[in-house]
């Protein structure tokens, strides 16, 4: 389910939540690979969340109102919006 949903975003943003949630890139190490800066990683990992949520929910994903992460593991539409800098515990 994540990961069709992550085919849904712009190429930026599912290389950036790949290499941080899944490689365990740090915002560090992004933001070398990227050529950019801490703060433009954090903003587009914001942004690329908050573009998941929203074409998971338009997609017909609202009914009980979470996402199902890594097999058995959910995350409603609160926690990841809400996540910021880290996936909910409930998601590592």
Do not use: C, I
């Amino acid at each position: 389910m994540l990961h069709e949903l992550l085919y849904t975003l712009e190429p930026q943003y599912r290389q950036s939540l790949l290499l941080v949630y899944e490689q365990g890139f740090t915002y560090e190490q992004l933001a070398a690979h990227q050529n950019t800066t801490v703060s433009a990683v954090k903003s587009k990992l914001h942004r690329a969340k908050n573009e998941a949520a929203l074409n998971g929910w338009r997609s017909g994903n609202d009914s009980g109102g979470s996402l199902r992460v890594k097999g058995s593991s959910s995350v409603s539409r609160a926690e990841w919006l809400e996540a910021g800098d880290k996936f909910p515990a409930s998601v590592a």
